[in-house]
């Protein structure tokens, strides 16, 4: 082996800087290109017709005393509940949802005083069988239920259904982030990050209780639901290529 002149000595050192040089500039570009991206958001949307429903219906009752309304609300309600099971639906899809009891009051002499109680119990009903909506909406009130305030439309296969929504969502995504990197001289480099924002549900929809007079089954409309999602994306920007 032959031994290091000055010189060999010399211009190895000299490769030292260089070399060093050559990494950061590497680390550098490479921050600098992640931090060139666009963030773009996108929506994407499908239409669903509901195929069951859940209802909150109840019995509300009064009495001079908080035992007089309990009973008489106990009996109500025991009638609704058994009715709804005879007319087909699980008892697995019928679930109290609220019970309260509460005094109700009025001014005597300026002052108030306690006139009777009234007991409140609602239950929540799934109707699986979206067809026998309107029947079973008729049947609840036929039975004795005082009180319904709201239809929740449910589409049971909605994530299945969503899918299509994200590749939408995605898609719409894409197209937007394309339109503003090219507007900026430069070109879309891959994703770097994915976030979704999924719309719940629509508030359950109110409904007034119709008189036990009616016989025919109430009118419903099904209509659509909108699935809708919503993604926010950031891609690389590539500029100069």
């Known amino acids: 082996m032959k031994p290091l002149t ?7 050192f000299a490769l030292v800087p260089i070399l060093g040089a050559a990494s950061m500039s590497s680390a550098q570009a490479q921050e600098r290109r992640a ?3 666009v963030a773009v958001a996108g929506h994407g949307s499908v239409e669903a017709t509901p195929d069951s429903a859940e209802i909150t219906t109840g019995v509300v009752t009064d009495g001079q005393t908080a035992r007089e309304a309990l009973t008489a609300n106990n009996a109500a309600m025991r009638k609704v509940v058994d009715g709804l099971k005879a007319a087909g639906i699980d008892a697995k899809d019928i679930q109290t949802q609220q019970f309260q009891i509460h005094p109700r009051y009025r001014t005597v002499k300026d002052r108030q005083q306690v006139e009777g109680y009234t007991v409140r119990n609602q239950v929540t009903v799934k109707v699986r069988a979206i067809a026998r909506l309107g029947e079973i909406l008729d049947q609840v009130v ?5 009180q319904a305030s709201g239809i929740n439309f449910i589409v049971s296969d909605a994530e299945k259904r969503k899918d299509e929504a994200r590749k939408k969502a995605m898609d719409n995504a894409k197209q937007r982030a394309r339109v503003l990197a090219e507007a900026a001289g430069a070109r879309l480099g891959p994703v770097m990050s994915i976030t979704e924002e999924v719309t719940g549900p629509r508030p359950p929809r109110p409904m007034a209780a119709r008189s ?7 009118p419903v409309e099904l209509g659509t639901e909108t699935l809708t999602v919503r993604v926010e994306v950031s891609y690389v920007l590539e500029v100069g290529m």
């Open 142 to 146: 036929t039975l004795g239920a005082n």
């Open 35 to 37: 931090e060139r991206f």
């Open 6 to 12: 000055s010189l060999s000595i010399a211009a190895l």
């Open 212 to 218: 036990s007079s009616y016989a025919e089954s109430v």
